[in-house]
Nanobody, 122 residues
């Protein structure tokens, strides 16, 4: 059972930056970040695989968010710049064991963190 612990959420103003962290108890194949805004379905944000470091982003965050990893710490980061009101959501990290991994699909992730709230105010 892989355990994931997110941190780094908070209240910021539009245009500010924030960095989320996700510490994993062990490395799997890939990690992803998803988010869920009030009244909306959970959506994909970004993903990275542990070995090669290839990344995938949702169109809504391309150029503003950066996903990265620290293998020695089993930690994945989400650097969020130029935050917008619509980025307000609970952010979840997830771990995929790799079989049939599809970066943007929730079903390909077996383990999920508890979520961290990000609130962007005007």
């Amino acid at each position: 059972q892989v355990q994931l612990v997110e941190s780094g959420g908070g209240l910021v103003q539009a245009g500010d930056s924030l960095r989320l962290s996700c510490a994993a108890s062990e490395r799997t194949y890939a990690m992803g970040w998803f988010r869920q805004a009030p009244g909306k379905e959970r959506e994909f944000v970004a993903a990275i695989n542990w070995s090669g470091g290839s990344t995938v982003y949702a169109d809504s965050v391309k150029g503003r968010f950066t996903i990265s990893k620290a293998n020695a710490k089993n930690t994945v980061y989400l650097q969020m710049n130029s935050l917008k009101l619509e980025d307000t959501a609970v952010y979840y990290c997830a771990a995929s064991p790799g079989r049939g991994w599809s970066a943007g699909k929730e079903w390909s992730y077996d383990y999920w963190g508890q979520g961290t709230q990000v609130t962007v105010s005007s």
